[in-house]
């Protein structure tokens, strides 16, 4: 339906309602004689005596029948239907879409930005539908994607503010246009937003954790140089559509207390032209021995004692207890499939859990992940798993996508306790607030379970980041 046929169909529904009612009112009401003798059937006037018309042949029974009001029961309770048949109708429109359903695209689009926030049922959120119902023409779509890119004074792009209003109509206007759309150039006046925070392990090297967000279209290709303060530098491809975790680069030795700069670049995908950087991000590589790192302080200082027991093995087997993916190409070759929920139970308050996972084909190691997460009751976000890079066989991995199942027997997956990665896993909580509890306890078990594989015909999922050479 265009935005024309909506807009008559609104103004022809309201002439309805009104022209109904008044012919129900009239109906109803009936015409009144006014003073004259009429018949009961026809209407036509009778004169001062009798009670036989002469028009049509009809005799009133009684005189009082020949000054009554002349109504059309019927008439007025078709009229009525009409209109509770309308009423219906848009009730059950204002309640599914809200009171900003009949209004036209183009004061949505006028409208957004003096809405608060695009909360449901408001004009962003009726926007947001259309857009996604394909309800909107190029010309409209345009219009959506320059007010996405524009925010407002309340909503500036790239705050939290405008992520919450104006997020869901940006991606259903991406979603919408065609890929290659030059419109979706104007994107890059979005600045991306970059997350840079330092990790410590207990006596392993730091971690510094790198994520971005940014709202690049599909032809844009994406690079970061993390500059240290000796002169190194760590590429990482970029591909803001791909898939989570955030990269973590080793921290090289000595340079605690120094500062490092993130460089975030793009450029249009095949095409060798210099890259266009965003402004540099800076970070300070904070010294867990140094005063200023009280809210930070490693994890040894606290004494993480080591636990285990039956019930904790129990716990962290049922996190690995779906079939790990296998790809038939791509990089990584293979994704485990884990819930952290599976240690969500009291026995597992206060402890961090971090794990070497190893894939094992009869005893040897062909992959290895690294995995860290808070678990315990009330853990939420702080809980989030996290993880380093996989170190692969890839050789091995795409034997096994192509080898019998039924040699997928000797494959298992062991899973042993990590101080080191467990006390990465302390930093989520303190980032978070004083009022989250620090882990007092690491998981030091081991189990070995079998591996499942799901063999999945398709290259492996895109990711975020990759690392590069220099």
Known sequence: MTELTAWLLSIGSF?????????????????????????PR???????TGLLCSECGHPAAREIDTQRNRRSIVRGALAVIGI?????????????????SGAPTSLLIFA????????????????????????LDDERLLDALRLFITGDSDAMPSTPAWEAKYGPIGRAV???????????????????????????????????????????????????????????MQLAGFDPSGRYPALLVPVPPGLLGSRCGVVLSQRIRGLEKEWTPFPEVTIAITDPNSKERDSQRASEDRGLEAVDSPALREGVAAVFS??????????????????????????????????????LEAGVVRRTSRIWWKAGTGSG??????????????????????????????????????????????????????????????????????????????????????LLEP
């Open 84 to 100: 509770l048949a309308i009423a219906v109708t848009a009730r059950t429109r204002f309640l599914d879409r809200g009171p900003w």
């Open 381 to 466: 976000a702080a809980g989030e798993p996290r993880w380093l890079p996989s170190l692969e066989d890839e050789a091995t991995l795409g034997r096994l996508f192509t080898q019998d199942t039924a040699l997928d027997a000797q494959w298992t997956l062991r899973v042993r306790g990590d101080r080191g990665l467990a006390c990465y896993a302390t930093q989520a909580t303190e980032s978070r607030g004083a009022e989250s509890v620090p882990p007092s306890k690491w998981f030091s078990g081991m189990i070995e379970i079998p591996a499942g594989i799901e063999r999945v015909n398709r290259p492996s999922p895109t990711r975020r980041w990759r």
């Open 322 to 359: 779906d079939r790990m993916l296998l790809w038939k190409s791509g990089s990584p070759h293979a994704g485990l499939r884990f819930d952290a929920l599976a240690t969500s139970g009291e026995e597992f308050d206060g402890v961090a859990v971090g794990l070497l996972v190893e894939l």
């Open 174 to 232: 991406i979603q919408k246009l065609s890929r290659d759309n030059p419109a979706l150039l104007e994107l890059l006046r979005i600045p991306p937003t970059i997350q840079v925070r330092v990790l410590f392990g207990d006596g392993s090297e730091p971690l510094l954790s790198l994520d971005a967000q940014a709202w690049w279209p599909p032809f844009i290709e994406g690079r970061a140089e993390i500059r240290f303060a000796d002169g190194t």
């Open 42 to 48: 026809c209407w036509h006037e009778l004169g001062p």
């Open 15 to 39: 002439a309805a309602v009104v022209i109904l009612t008044a012919v129900a009112a009239k109906s109803l009401a009936g015409d009144a004689p006014r003073g004259r003798r009429r018949c």
């Open 112 to 135: 957004t930005p003096y809405f608060a926030e695009g909360g449901f049922h408001s004009c962003p959120w009726e926007l947001t539908q259309r857009i996604q119902l394909g309800r």
